[in-house]
């Protein structure tokens, strides 16, 4: 253990640090383009797979009991995951920019559409 110690030279850490920020900057500015296009792309077919589900598990029995249970805390702990995220980005911590929203009211909308009577997705018909 003493030996671990002697090697966190400063100069040494700093550098690291500063080596690792300018590589993960480079990734973020060349591959963000690509990610957003493949999330823009993506996403309403997530989201229609998402209902699909939804939908087939809805028919299983006791599913329906447990989704009441589940689908509130998971809504609860989606919110406090959002607040904190844009806290940390308040108070510019800089992991916030890399940490995603989970889009609650667009999932709110979408499985509210289904409750009144929007079709679930069928993979088979694409």
């Known amino acids: 253990m003493k030996m671990m110690e002697e090697n966190r030279d400063p100069c040494t850490l700093r550098f690291a640090q500063t080596f690792a920020s300018g590589i993960a900057k480079n990734m973020y500015t060349k591959y963000k383009p690509s ?5 823009t792309k993506y996403e309403p ?3 229609q797979y998402a209902v699909s589900a939804w939908g087939l598990l809805n028919r299983l029995s006791l599913f329906p ?6 689908v509130p805390t998971a809504a609860y702990c989606s919110e406090k995951y959002n607040k904190t995220v ?13 940490l995603p929203l989970v889009p609650i009211e667009k999932i709110a909308k979408v499985f509210r ?14």
């Open 113 to 126: 559409a289904t409750e009144n009577g929007f079709q679930p997705f069928d993979a088979h018909r694409e």
């Open 35 to 39: 990610a957003k296009e493949l999330y």
């Open 86 to 98: 844009l806290s940390m980005a308040d108070k510019e911590y800089n992991v916030a920019s890399f």
């Open 45 to 47: 077919v997530a989201l």
């Open 65 to 70: 009991q447990v989704a009441q249970v589940m």
